[in-house]
């Protein structure tokens, strides 16, 4: 086909072609075809749109989380139910919102933070320290590069700065605290008796009537979702470098040619003291800020400890906690201003206040790693490892092209693709649109599988890009249509569900006539009695009790204060069974009575609980009034 065009593309066939291309362009762009058309977007806040391909990812995540968690017990349709999307959704919308609002109200995080918390990610450490090597090596692994990571985590801190300042700038008074100690220590006189609902289950009956309409009320959850399976060609650069075999000549002249990125350059290991002023702060501020700096640089130099200082008054929050450590770190990471006068200082020395867009820094160093250079024994699985994903990426992107050329001439198989390339075709079992495990969890596979040209025309689908060392061509090989279980699949699973529920029902009518009978004044240890039930009786029980059902406990400090003399009943269902709870006294706790350290613990979980309450409702109050459009989800 593409010779025939060739021989032809002269005199009027070929203007035609010209004309034919040119209309598009002109009124669509050039945009939608070597772009792929702009991405549609989920949902959009204060007019910044969020991907549907984020929301995708987010869902991924959040099915592989509840996977893991459920081990064996995962039911992947019942995780179909739970509106992943819509949880994921709501999640980036807020998370948008709340970045909005931080940046707005002038929350800033400066490099020497964001060095500082990848410095501080154990995934990134060898040894306890930081591997620029592994930091790379761990972000290629999940299809990322630093410049992508570190946009994504400068966010995420830019949100935490909001956070923390929130939570931390809650407290309570001596009086809320007195009324959570007198809460809290409070002790109750109860008794309960347990009405098992397994004991009505003998008698209950269901008809064939109740199924066939407990089955057409609730038909929705007996719908089985539809589902692919596809065939698919994978191209991996991880892939391909483990199947190139490696000689050694090539790997010594490989490493004297690269032997500077072997080298590892001089690190230091700072700690400083932030005193923040704004960039554009006026002079009287600015004048502030460096006499505060200074007066502290005086103070260290007379004896005091710079990291008691650090975490007293450092306006960088993540290192204060550490007594202002930032780790080890070389040239090309901090300001140029912190760098030189880092690399300046001799170890253990102060400098003077540095000034940077974020405000005063005064800095230590407290270890110098000079320079090395390793010998190519010292390094050669590492030569080997890159000399393999060097040869292995230029494969790579030859196999693309001729997987993208040969899968697009052959649209309706991929084995002539697979036998010039020299690749297996693979096959993934059936998956619906929330995904499954591997490689049908990723959003862009999943997209592609259900996409109208693979599951409708029955083509092959465009090349797809999973991340920039990764591509994969799928093909429909089976689809099942959503479908209803018929009644006879499921009638047993609805029978069991009816007799639980009427079981249930019965056991907690019967629990119900005992606490009217004992209201009425009928000693409730007979009633138990007539019952064939087992009554307990629990004088001062606490919240923490351990020895009865916490959902009793809940229940029976949840229950108003009985009437003087005049025990109080109440029927409630737990843990699928029917409880009579009786209460007959409350005892207030004695707030000074409490151990001090108690009262401290009490006081800070009190302050930490407030401090989150705060939060949540900022959160509340920030994602209501952002102006959210939520977008239908394309197919």
């Known amino acids: 086909m593409l010779q025939s065009i ?34 549609s977007a989920a949902a959009t806040v204060n007019g910044v749109e969020i991907p549907q391909r984020e929301v995708q990812r987010m869902v991924q995540m959040q099915r592989q989380r509840l996977l893991a968690a459920l081990g064996e017990n995962a039911d992947p349709a019942l995780l179909d139910q739970l509106r992943l999307r819509d949880v994921a959704l709501e999640g980036l919308i807020e998370n948008e919102a709340l970045y909005q609002t931080a940046e707005s109200a002038g929350f800033r995080v400066s490099d020497v933070q964001l060095v500082s918390r990848i410095h501080s990610i154990s995934a990134f450490q ?43 700038s809650a407290f309570v008074t001596d009086l809320e605290l007195n009324e959570l100690l007198r809460l809290g220590q409070q002790r109750r006189d109860i008794g309960y008796l347990i009405v098992p609902s397994k004991e009505h289950e003998e008698s209950i009956t269901v008809t064939e009537e109740e ?149 005063f820094h005064i800095i230590t160093v407290t270890e110098i790693k000079p320079a090395t250079t390793p010998g190519y024994e010292d390094v050669r699985d590492q030569v080997a490892a890159e000399y393999r994903r060097q040869q292995a990426e230029k494969q790579y ?9 040969l899968s697009y001439e052959h649209p309706d198989s991929l084995e002539p693709a697979a036998e010039q390339l020299g690749i297996t075709i693979k096959t993934t079992p059936l998956f619906g649109k929330q995904g499954g495990e591997g490689v049908t969890g990723e959003p862009k596979f999943i997209a592609a599988a259900f996409s109208p040209e693979v599951l409708e025309q029955g083509y092959n689908s465009e090349p797809i890009e999973l991340s920039p060392v990764h591509m994969v061509v799928v093909r429909k090989k089976e689809y099942v249509p959503e479908k209803l279980q018929p009644l006879a699949e499921v009638k047993e699973k609805i029978a069991e569900q009816l007799r639980r529920k009427k079981a249930s029902d019965a056991a907690y009518a019967e629990a119900e006539k005992i606490v009217q009978r004992a209201g009425a004044g009928e000693d409730i240890e007979t009633l138990a009695a007539e019952h064939k039930l087992k009554w307990e009786r629990i004088n001062s029980l606490s919240r923490s009790e351990q020895q009865v059902k916490p959902g ?74 952002a102006d959210v459009s939520r977008l239908e989800e394309t197919p």
């Not at 600015?286 to 306006?315: C, N, Q, W």
Request: avoid cysteine; aromatic fraction near 10%; charge should be negative.
């Open 126 to 168: 060898e040894d306890g320290v930081f591997s620029p090597a592994l930091y790379e090596q761990t972000l290629r692994n999940q299809g990322m590069l630093p410049g992508g990571f570190e946009p994504m985590l400068r966010r995420d801190l830019l949100i935490e700065q909001l956070q923390l300042g929130i939570e931390g």
């Open 397 to 405: 992107y030859e196999a693309t092209e001729q997987l993208a050329n």
């Open 552 to 625: 009793i406990v809940r229940q029976a400090f949840r229950m108003a204060r009985p009437n003087e003399g005049k025990p109080r009943y109440m029927a409630q269902r737990i843990d699928g069974d029917a409880v009579v709870i009786g209460l007959f006294a409350v005892w207030d706790g004695d707030p000074e009575s409490v151990d001090k350290k108690e009262v401290e613990s009490e006081k800070r979980s009190l302050v930490v609980n407030s401090g989150r309450a705060d939060y949540a409702d900022l959160v509340k109050t920030v994602k209501a009034g």
């Open 6 to 39: 060739r021989n032809r593309s002269q005199g009027w066939f070929a203007w035609t072609i010209v004309i034919l291309i040119t209309i598009p362009f002109a009124l669509w762009g050039i945009q939608e075809y070597v772009g792929g058309g702009r991405e």
């Open 211 to 359: 199924i066939a309409a407990y089955y057409e009320q609730n038909s929705r959850a007996y719908v089985l979702p539809e589902q692919v399976s596809v065939e698919y060609l994978e191209l991996s650069v991880d892939e391909l470098a483990s199947g190139i075999k490696v000689d050694e000549d090539e790997l010594r002249s490989y490493y004297d040619e690269h032997s500077n990125s072997y080298s590892k350059p001089e690190q230091r290991r700072a700690s400083h003291i932030l005193i923040l002023v704004d960039a554009d702060a006026d002079d009287a501020a600015v004048a502030e800020a460096r006499s505060k700096a200074e007066e502290l640089v005086k103070r260290i130099r007379a004896g005091e400890s710079f990291a008691d200082l650090a975490r007293e008054y450092s306006g960088d929050s993540g290192s204060a906690r550490e007594g202002g450590d930032l780790g080890l770190f070389g040239k090309g990471i901090m300001e140029p201003a912190f760098e030189a006068a880092a690399f300046a200082l001799a170890q253990g020395e102060i400098s003077d206040p540095v000034r940077t867009d974020f405000g």
